[in-house]
């Protein structure tokens, strides 16, 4: 199985910014990130494609961006003008191609998990 290790999390004011890095053992064709606050349900935030196509949760789009580094296996999650919302424990995940290609992240699609990296944003 892959192995993959988040780091990167931290507590944050308002508006301010954090960078996410996830090392994985070996590529794999679909890699997102999920996240989940207490009391909610786990949810996708975005995803990258082997080709380099990404997609983000509507609750993100124009504030995260994902970007992978092939040649180090490293995915990374750049979190601008985080709100207090945006807190949660952030997961790294791993996947088949065909995890990409759903409209939404689907879970169950990824076979690979990190531990995961708390994000806290303050008021």
């Known amino acids: 199985q892959v192995h993959l290790v988040e780091s990167g999390g931290g507590s944050v004011q308002a508006g301010g910014s954090l960078r996410l890095s996830c090392v994985a053992s070996?590529?794999?064709?679909?890699m997102g990130w999920f996240r989940q606050a207490p009391g909610k349900e786990r949810e996708g935030v975005a995803r990258?494609?082997?080709?380099?196509?990404?997609s983000y949760a509507d609750s993100v789009k124009g504030r995260f961006t994902l970007s992978k580094d092939n040649a180090k296996n490293t995915l990374y999650l750049q979190m601008n003008s985080l709100k207090p919302e945006d807190t949660a424990m952030y997961y790294c995940?791993?996947?088949?191609?065909?995890?990409?290609?759903?409209?939404?992240?689907?879970?169950?699609?990824?076979?690979?998990w990190g531990q995961g990296t708390l994000v806290t944003v303050s008021s």
């Open positions: 070996e590529n794999t064709a679909c």
């Open positions: 990258i494609r082997s080709d380099g196509t990404t």
């Open positions: 995940a791993g996947g088949p191609f065909w995890a990409c290609l759903s409209a939404t992240p689907r879970s169950r699609s990824f076979n690979a």
